[in-house]
């Protein structure tokens, strides 16, 4: 029991929490770990550790580190977040975020209200003209 000598507030006992737990293009056996109703698209670790910190945890944010079963080695895949859950006399941090489940729950309810992603959302529409796209010019028949 090498884990029992280590305080909870070490910095090597705080859950990890990567993208793909919340992500809702993933299914369970690729590493979604929340129900898929309240997943979100293509959480990046950076959302995730602005969640944690503005709620007062303590948040790590490592960004070399890659999801074991994510296949996609992608900049945007990248990163891992670490997140105090307990206290070193074993108590939770924070009383409404006693399990790493709840921490998740929560992060992937709030991450869509982030103002980085309302803006994504709200800049997109304007790209689209109406009338283009999806035209072809008619080719010659073949006999």
Same mark, same amino acid.
């Given at each position: 029991?090498?884990?029992?000598?280590?305080?909870?507030?070490?910095?090597?006992r705080?859950?990890?929490?990567?993208?793909?737990?919340?992500?809702?293009?993933?299914?369970?056996?690729?590493?979604?770990?929340?129900?898929?109703?309240k997943?979100?698209?293509?959480?990046?670790s950076?959302?995730?550790?602005?969640?944690?910190?503005?709620?007062?945890?303590n948040?790590?944010?490592?960004?070399?580190k890659?999801?074991p079963?994510?296949?996609?080695?992608?900049? +945007?895949?990248?990163? $891992?977040?670490? /997140?105090? *859950?307990?206290?070193?006399?074993?108590? #939770?941090? @924070?009383? +409404?975020?006693?399990? $790493?489940?709840? /921490?998740? *729950?929560?992060?992937?309810?709030?991450? #869509?209200? @982030?103002?980085?992603?309302?803006?994504?959302?709200?800049?997109?529409?304007?790209?689209?003209?109406?009338?283009?796209?999806?035209?072809?010019?008619?080719?010659?028949?073949?006999?």
């Amino acid at each position: 029991m090498a884990w029992a000598a280590t305080s909870p507030a070490d910095k090597e006992r705080f859950i990890c929490i990567y993208p793909a737990y919340l992500n809702n293009k993933k299914t369970i056996a690729e590493g979604r770990r929340i129900p898929m109703d309240k997943a979100i698209e293509n959480p990046t670790s950076t959302e995730i550790q602005d969640v944690c910190a503005a709620i007062g945890l303590n948040v790590l944010l490592e960004r070399n580190k890659l999801y074991p079963r994510e296949w996609n080695r992608d900049v +945007q895949y990248r990163g $891992r977040v670490r /997140v105090q *859950l307990k206290l070193e006399d074993g108590n #939770p941090c @924070l009383p +409404q975020f006693p399990t $790493r489940k709840s /921490v998740m *729950l929560y992060a992937a309810e709030t991450i #869509p209200k @982030l103002k980085t992603r309302t803006q994504k959302m709200g800049g997109s529409d304007q790209n689209l003209q109406p009338g283009e796209g999806g035209k072809k010019g008619k080719g010659k028949k073949k006999k």
